[in-house]
């Protein structure tokens, strides 16, 4: 979808392209759930839009990995108004979902900066319980409420606002000794409390 959005700005005889050029719904897939099942949930009793849609991270193939390492974020968000149509998806999807789950990669990056800094009202940060995996946690949140404090500051009509933030452990050993799991847990809270 990014690809295709900057291929049109870049053609666009008007310096940015019309955020009615971002369409969300070409690029996801309704779910048949279960998948080859033949029962079928009563979605009916959702209401009428019940319904689970994929989006997946790219149209895997031998050339997705060349693609995502070589595509030009600075000249996507700074010469082709790469933010305000990001911006126009994100209303598009909110428009359409009750609610979305989107899964960004590990630490910071172009990608994973879309996932954590542009698109969410609520981030949900998972890590491990080990001194690593919680101060890399913890760096993303702090980068995350910074940038998006930058960015309400620098326009107020950028549609980013504050984020909730939620630290989540993860693969928390029950079986482990009790003292571990404390001394781990505590270290988490203190880390994060800020």
Known sequence: MVGALAAEAATASE???PTDAVDIINY???LEWPRHSTVTPNWKRFGPRAGIDLMGAGRQGPSYSVKLSTFNWIDFY???GGRGLLQAARQQM??????????????MSDTSGICTIEMPDTLVICFTLNE?????????????????AAASRSSAESGVGPTRLFPVPTRVETTSEADKLKAALDLAKRTFAP
């Open 15 to 17: 310096p940015l392209v």
């Open 28 to 30: 996801v897939e309704p």
């Open 78 to 80: 700074e010469r082709l």
């Open 94 to 107: 909110r428009a359409t979902y009750d609610y979305m789950l989107i899964d960004s990669r590990t630490g």
């Open 132 to 148: 690593q995996s919680i101060r890399g946690a913890v760096g993303v949140a702090e980068s995350v409420r910074a940038q998006r």
